[in-house]
């Protein structure tokens, strides 16, 4: 016997396709700003000192623009309503996360926000994959 998702519950799942598409999309452009920012002038940003990971702050920057620009993409296609996208959303969520963890040495408060949307990202797709598989 299948089951058909109330008027509501579909509502819901919309809803949360376009905020997950939404922030994706934000958090990719938050990522191409990085980067950009690190490309144009790495000396905007100072480093603390003695911090565990060291990196090259251009490659970094390089590394942010071309990620920033994935996860552009893939928001799009999140709002498209391309199904694949919600899995790449969730990995990609990761992957920038993780990559602003160890972006916090350089700019901390910026770093905390995109994992704060990453975060957001992660929980609006992990429950929008729930919801389409009920």
Excluded: C
């Amino acid at each position: 016997m299948s089951h058909q998702p109330s008027a509501t519950s579909r509502a819901w799942a919309e809803g949360i396709g376009i905020f997950a598409g939404a922030a994706l999309l934000t958090v990719g452009l938050f990522q191409v700003l990085e980067g950009i920012s690190a490309i144009a002038k790495d000396d905007v940003f100072v480093r603390t000192s003695n911090y565990v990971f060291e990196f090259d702050l251009t490659t970094w920057g390089w590394i942010h623009l071309v990620v920033g620009v994935v996860i552009v993409l893939v928001g799009g296609a999140i709002l498209a309503g391309q199904p694949w996208a919600f899995v790449a959303g969730i990995v990609l969520a990761i992957v920038s996360a993780l990559m602003n963890f160890v972006w916090l040495p350089y700019y901390p408060l910026w770093a905390v926000i995109v994992i704060a949307f990453d975060i957001a990202v992660i929980w609006a797709l992990s429950s929008m994959l729930g919801t389409s598989r009920r």
